[in-house]
């Protein structure tokens, strides 16, 4: 509460229009706190009459009395990381809820009025088979769910999960099998009359994630809390992680974040980056326009050998992922990037 009234002059100028609550678990909340939160929300920065409101929720959180809260106080998009429909799959990653609850609080959600709604699957674990895999998407397609954000596995060093890996406790992950996964998920959400507009997400038509979409264009956003990240014309910022020395630093009137002004090379190589995820890809028309002739350039010869490739084409003056190019776009990304000797 405190660092929204540091922060209040951070997005001066702009109308908000999504409210994302996420990370940690925001579901534990109670009304009254998420009252209290969104109260001086709105009574510090100019919101959009008709803000897209997300609440994070894990589906063992989700109850009946929640839900005609949350939709009392204005939520009206719901994203639930149920990961799996299946038992031991969410065993194998070690998730608090099961099966059954996995699938009752959507329906929960839809009985509450929560028609926008979004739910996280993980794809190419060692026990997934691949009929498994469409087994999971069409429980969703079946609940009706209009929005799919759908992860590979990833193995973070470090991690409990890795150390069983490399002690043999649990299986390694096949990068082969998770491509697989992705190709036939891209193929099943095709026949069934999704977009495809971000490489990890799908969405019925009219249910694109407004919030994610505008970080991907690029605009301006604030984050609150610790480890939270802001950016605003050309400077990111980032609170510092630790609890303790976050609340001790409000105290003192003072916001605890480290920030960075990127230059017009870092600027160009982000909208590279986080465009070509996208199913509008890399408009070269803005590209020339806000970074210049030698910037377009720079990337069109890089890009020639994904062009010879079939990993990308360019329609309308943008560069767009092919459906074989979504498998390598990290990569293609990174190789498009300048560097700042070319750039100079």
Known sequence: MKEMSLQQNYLQGHTIDTIYFGGGTPSLLEQ???????????????????AEYTLEANPDDITAEKLAAWKELGINRLSIGIQSFFEEDLQWMNRA???????ACIRLAQQAGFNNLTIDL??????????????????ALALGVPHLSCYALTVEPGTALQKMIA???????EEEKQARHFTLL?????????????????AQPGFRSRHNTSYWQGKPYLGLGPSAH???SGARQWNIANNSLYIQSLQKDNVPFEAEQLSPTQQLNEYIMISLRTAEGIDL???????????RNNVLASLQPYLQSNRCLIAEERIILTKEGKLFADGIAADLFVSEAKES
């Not at 009254?32 to 008709?50: A, G, K, N």
């Not at 993980?122 to 429980?139: A, C, F």
């Open 32 to 50: 009254e706190e998420l009252h209290t939160i969104l109260d001086r929300l709105r009574r510090l920065f100019s919101i959009h009459p008709q």
């Open 97 to 103: 809820h099961n099966a059954q609850q996995a699938e």
């Open 122 to 139: 993980i794809y190419g674990t060692p026990g997934l088979t691949d009929s498994r895999w469409q087994e999971n998407v069409q429980k």
């Open 167 to 173: 002690q043999h406790k649990k299986e390694a992950v």
């Open 186 to 202: 891209m193929q099943w959400l095709q026949q069934a009359g999704y977009e495809h507009y971000e490489i990890s997400n799908f």
């Open 230 to 232: 802001s950016f605003n």
């Open 285 to 295: 028309n803005r590209l020339e326009k806000q970074f210049g002739e030698q910037a």
